[in-house]
């Protein structure tokens, strides 16, 4: 089992919906989370971050963390033609830990948004 | 210029054969990391070093080696490529400091085929 997974899609919306893009994990270790946005033909770019539990909210953005769950949630209102991006997610734990230096990344959801 | 480089962009390659992937960043970030991408696997880790001494296997370091020259290059070889490394392959560096995100800054990927 992959310590963190996440619904490939690809996932079609029209514009103007609300998108929902979710990861499960196992380590219980993990303490960070993040969440990052790829174009096509780019590298990935941090989107969002949060620590521990909890929501957090950017603009038409929101990233949602349920530790007791092992579950966090990337939430787009109002979605745009200019969100269509495969969308990570990634996390790591604390200080002491195995997994402190480096992030353990979901498969990506391939998210297009058509006019 | 990007901050994080990556060269070559694309390269195809026979099987065998040895190829060195080259990464530079201009950031001062003393972590540096190679991930692997395949469709529907995310982001799989190789290698990553946290300074010019300290080299590390990821999850997947098997057929791949790694060179630390300066702070600022790590260079990822694959010394007899076969065709399943076949992938984009993203260098990034990452730098702890105060905020203690863990967030990653990533080139743009260089595309590898091996027939």
């Known amino acids: 089992q992959k310590e963190v997974e996440q619904d490939p899609g690809p996932l079609s919306v029209p514009e103007g919906a609300i998108v929902s893009l979710n990861c499960t994990y196992s380590n219980s270790a993990f303490q960070y989370f993040m969440w990052y946005r790829q174009y096509s033909r780019k590298g990935p770019e941090l989107l969002m971050y949060?620590?521990?539990?909890g929501n957090k909210e950017d603009g038409r953005f929101t990233a949602q963390v349920d530790k007791s769950s092992k579950y966090i949630s990337l939430f787009i209102r109002d979605s745009q033609p200019s969100d269509s991006a495969t969308y990570l997610c990634?996390?790591?734990?604390?200080?002491?830990?195995?997994?402190?230096?480096?992030?353990?990344f979901g498969q990506g959801t391939i998210l297009t948004v058509h006019p | 210029d990007a901050d994080v480089t990556q060269t070559p962009r694309n390269r195809i390659t026979k099987t065998g054969k040895r190829i060195m992937l080259e990464c530079s960043q201009t950031k001062g970030h003393d972590r540096m990391y190679w991930y692997r991408q395949d469709p529907g696997l995310g982001l799989r880790l190789i290698y990553y070093s946290f300074d010019v001494k300290d080299i590390n296997k990821g999850e997947i370091s098997d057929g791949y080696s790694v060179s630390r020259q300066a702070q600022a290059k790590f260079s990822l070889s694959l010394e007899s490529a076969i065709p399943n490394q076949t992938a984009l392959y993203f260098c990034?560096?990452?730098?702890?400091?105060?905020?203690?995100?863990?967030?990653?800054?990533f080139g743009e990927g260089s595309r590898l085929t091996v027939l």
């Open positions: 990034a560096t990452s730098d702890w400091g105060g905020r203690n995100t863990g967030e990653l800054f």
């Open positions: 949060t620590y521990s539990s």
């Open positions: 990634a996390m790591r734990g604390g200080a002491g830990g195995t997994s402190y230096g480096k992030l353990t």
